[in-house]
């Protein structure tokens, strides 16, 4: 009898073994990163190239990710009455006109909201700062009017300048776009309502009355696969991050001091990096004012969207 109960034992046991190794395959499909069975294969992956994980360039949303969070700068609330307590930094990334915006999303705007903030920014008499005064004003060094605004383009869209660019002159306003290095064509892409092309050159060249261009990275504008199940952006390998900073200068002729962070993910490294190559200021996507005082490699900025508009951000408390 004993002998019986062990062989049903072991029976038991085999078939458990059987189950948890069926229930550890189908996991380790659905979730390639996360189980032990694809770890080899993932860091294999990895070694092999991370070129591959290129794909999610562009891809993210980068408005999705302005999550609030309190500003740590010190706040000098010195300025007399009619001089700009705060700024905001409005950013934008990819403008069309709402029947070409097939994918809406926090980093897609409709054109017609577009307008309508540029409108109302010009009926309630805002001066659109360039980044040298955001700077100076950061610094405590000029004041600026108390109805002063920012306004910044992520990505290097072409629509930016289809769309975007005529309105901007119309109204007289300054804008500021931070390319990506690689994005920048030699030639002018044909412009289709619904694909995102990016700038050339020469439409660089025909807006600088109203775009200032500025370093988005030359090639960090991706999602990295750093460990196995974890992706950073790729800027935050400071070997490349710096290569990549001496290639955005050499190749697309930007040298301005002023960087918008990829997914607006920084760390100190980056930062350090930034200053020790000559740049003065880095724009987040953490929402929030700018003031007298802040750190100038921290700034926060305001995400616009069709349905947060314009009016609705300037006039949100300063917390
Ligand atoms: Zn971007």
Known sequence: MPLRRIRNLI????????????TFYIL?????????FSY????????????LFKTLNGEVPEGASNVA????????KTAPAGKANHIAVLMYHYVVPEKYNI??????????????????????GY??????????????????????????FDDGYQNNVV?????????GFKANIFIVGTKLSDQKQKFVP??????????????????????????????????CAEYYAAGKDSTRFVHDIELMKAKTGITTPYFAYPYGEYDPQMVYDLKRNGYRMAFTVRPGFVHPGDDPMYLPRMNVTSTTTVRHLLNLPDE
Do not use: W
Request: proline fraction near 3%.
């Open 69 to 76: 969070a309190a500003s740590e700068s010190v706040h000098l």
């Open 127 to 152: 001066h659109t700062a360039t980044l040298q005064e955001l700077e100076q004003y950061v610094k405590g060094e000029i004041q600026l009017p108390e109805k002063t605004v920012v306004l910044t």
């Open 11 to 22: 029976i038991i046991m085999l078939y458990i073994t059987i189950a948890f190794v069926i």
């Open 103 to 124: 994918e809406p999303n926090n980093a897609r705007i409709n054109l017609e909201s577009f307008k309508e903030g540029m409108k109302y920014l010009h009926d309630e």
């Open 194 to 227: 619904t694909e995102k092309t990016t700038i050339s050159r020469q439409e660089m060249k025909a807006t600088s009355d109203v775009f200032a261009y500025h370093s988005h990275t030359y090639n960090l504008h991706y999602k990295r696969l750093v460990q």
């Open 163 to 171: 769309y975007a660019y005529p309105v901007l002159k119309q109204y």
């Open 28 to 36: 380790s499909l659905k979730y390639p990163h996360a189980s032990a």
């Open 40 to 51: 080899e294969t993932c860091k294999a992956t990895y070694n092999m190239t991370d070129d």
